[in-house]
């Protein structure tokens, strides 16, 4: 699932987590992310290649729409998918209310070393935008894949893909934009000067939608090894040179990848990109403390001292939150001010026991009585909406006033 984050300067960041089912733990891990993060839309990859959403996933992203008012995007591909299937996949998250699609040509099937077009099926990701275009009008956004060194069957042996063979993937990325893609997500990438001449040469050649940088931190040495070789990825130097000596100290190497994120991180930022795609494998603590530590502060070292801390539980969130209405932190990474505000005392309590239930204040207003409808304070409140976050499984299934979000929608 993908979870992107506003910012009060108007960048935006993304945590990527792809879950196969959704199982007990898988669902407790998804609880541990704070639900203030998922923004714009959550990006699902339901089942193995070649078999259609199951059931219990799209009802899933269901409530996770309606009940976090947090907009869902189902990844698609062509492997062992025929056309019937497709259509069954697409009709039935439509069904659904589900109005983004992340159209991929897909990873060979288990055991064998390249893709092959399956009978009624498609051969590529550009056959499935056409499709989807083709025969549902502009009812889903679409996502498609970009790959700022090329697609790894383009790449041939360490030296990288040939001039001639990254123009042409780059011509077949515009192909997929023309056909009708919104937004285009990169291949995870470790040198951030190949992503921004990637998006230069993108623009050049005419694609103007939104390119989002797929950044995927460094968990543990091993995994970062397997990654890298299966997508055929460059190992800047330095980065090589920094893992060596700590490849076998895990909390270390998982540190590392952290500043590396976040460094890679503020350089794509202050290029002017304004979205970010961190990809965590279901593993989330790197991608959370890149979050953490990218977003500009004005007060950054006591809200780090405050905020930026392990915790050991989801209570530990509540916890947190309680605090903070106690008087006990004095920092908020949602506001500038320093603490609650005076008119909030005659609810200081209340507020410390919906904490404690589980139910996270982001923002609050006290009841105003006897003010005209055109007082400076009433618009400050109908301005100021409270906004909670339920930690628990059981959700409301109709929140009012939620509306539709497509990927093409989001901001540059």
């Known amino acids: 699932m993908c979870m992107l984050l506003r910012k009060d300067s108007g960048h935006y960041l993304a945590i990527v987590v792809y879950v196969k089912c959704c199982s007990l733990e898988e669902e407790r891990r998804k609880e541990r992310i704070p639900t203030e993060l998922m923004r714009s839309f959550i990006l699902t990859s339901h089942t193995a290649p070649g078999r259609a959403p199951a059931a219990s996933s799209i009802c899933n992203d269901r409530t996770r729409r309606r009940a976090v008012c947090v907009e869902t995007m189902m990844h698609l591909t062509c492997t062992n998918m025929p056309v019937e299937k497709i259509d069954h996949a697409l009709e039935t998250i439509k069904f659904n209310g589900i109005h983004n699609v992340l159209a991929l040509r897909g990873d060979p099937p288990h055991g064998q070393d390249k893709f092959v077009q399956v009978e009624g099926g498609f051969a590529c990701a550009l056959d499935l935008v056409q499709h989807i275009r083709s025969k549902y009008g502009d009812y889903f956004g679409i996502t498609v894949a970009g790959y700022p060194e090329a697609h790894p069957d383009a790449i041939q042996g360490e030296g990288g893909a040939t001039l001639e063979a990254y123009s042409n993937d780059l011509a077949y990325l515009k192909r997929k934009v023309d056909a009708g893609a919104d937004l285009i997500v990169t291949q995870l990438f470790y040198d951030t000067d190949i992503f921004l001449k990637f998006v230069n040469d993108c623009r050049q050649i005419g694609i103007t939608c939104p390119i989002v940088p797929g950044i995927m931190p460094i968990n543990n040495y091993k995994g970062f090894m397997r990654m890298t070789g299966f997508?055929?990825?460059?190992?800047?130097?330095?980065?090589?040179?920094a893992l060596d000596p700590i490849k076998d100290n895990e909390e270390a190497v998982r540190?590392?990848?952290?500043?590396?994120?976040?460094e890679m991180c503020k350089k794509i930022i202050a290029s002017g990109i304004k979205t970010l795609h961190l990809y965590t494998l279901n593993v989330d603590k790197s991608a959370l403390g890149i979050l953490?530590?990218?977003?500009?502060?004005?007060?950054?070292?006591?809200?780090?001292?405050?905020?930026?801390?392990?915790?050991?539980?989801?209570?530990?969130?509540?916890?947190?939150?309680?605090?903070?209405?106690?008087?006990k932190l004095t920092s908020s990474p949602?506001?500038?001010?320093?603490?609650?505000?005076p008119e909030t005392k005659i609810i200081d309590d209340q507020l410390v026991k919906i904490n404690q239930k589980g139910f996270l204040t982001i923002n609050s207003e006290p009841a105003v009585n006897g003010e005209k409808s055109d007082s400076p304070t009433v618009d400050h409140l109908e301005m100021s909406r409270p906004?909670?976050?339920?930690?628990?499984?059981?959700?409301?299934?109709?929140?009012?006033?939620?509306?539709?979000q497509k990927t093409r929608e989001l901001p540059e």
Not at 231 to 241: D, L, Q
Not at 255 to 262: K, P, Q, V
Request: with cysteine; hydrophobic share 30%.
């Open 231 to 241: 997508c055929k990825t460059k190992i800047p130097s330095e980065i090589t040179a």
């Open 255 to 262: 540190a590392y990848g952290i500043h590396l994120g976040t």
């Open 292 to 327: 953490m530590f990218t977003r500009p502060r004005g007060r950054g070292k006591k809200l780090q001292e405050e905020w930026a801390v392990p915790l050991k539980s989801v209570e530990g969130i509540s916890e947190r939150f309680t605090n903070f209405c106690q008087g």
């Open 334 to 341: 949602w506001s500038e001010l320093d603490g609650l505000q």
């Open 387 to 404: 906004f909670l976050i339920h930690l628990s499984a059981g959700q409301s299934d109709s929140p009012a006033g939620h509306s539709q």
